[in-house]
């Protein structure tokens, strides 16, 4: 069993920065890919960023090009999301999703429970 913990919403003002937190825990063989999504309310769930284990790469949604940073903590399963220079738009649930394979080489999918950012105008 994998788990995925958030932490790090809140609510903020345009302009401000938040930093999120997820961490994974559980039987884990290896973590292929881990990132953000977020959903607005009304909208469908989005990428948001996204950092690839092997070879290191990163992807991130247009919107947030150069506001956003993705980093990773391997020795601690755990990766960031950097948010500066929010925007109102940005307000949404942000999840955690983690593509892992398992001691028995099965490739899963995780999601964690959501945090939410709030960003006033």
């Known amino acids: 069993q994998v788990q995925l913990v958030e932490s790090g919403g809140g609510l903020v003002q345009a302009g401000e920065s938040l930093r999120l937190s997820c961490a994974a825990s559980g039987i884990i063989f290896r973590i292929n890919s881990i990132g953000w999504y977020r959903q607005a309310p009304g909208k469908q769930r989005e990428l948001v960023a996204t950092?690839?284990?092997?070879?290191?790469?990163?992807n991130y949604a247009d919107s947030v090009k150069g506001r956003f940073t993705i980093s990773r903590d391997n020795a601690k399963n755990t990766v960031y999301l950097q948010m500066n220079s929010l925007k109102p738009e940005d307000t949404a649930v942000y999840y955690c999703n983690a593509q892992i394979t398992t001691p028995s080489f099965y490739e899963m999918h995780y999601w964690g429970k959501g945090t939410l950012v709030t960003v006033s105008s």
């Open positions: 950092a690839i284990t092997n070879g290191g790469s990163t």
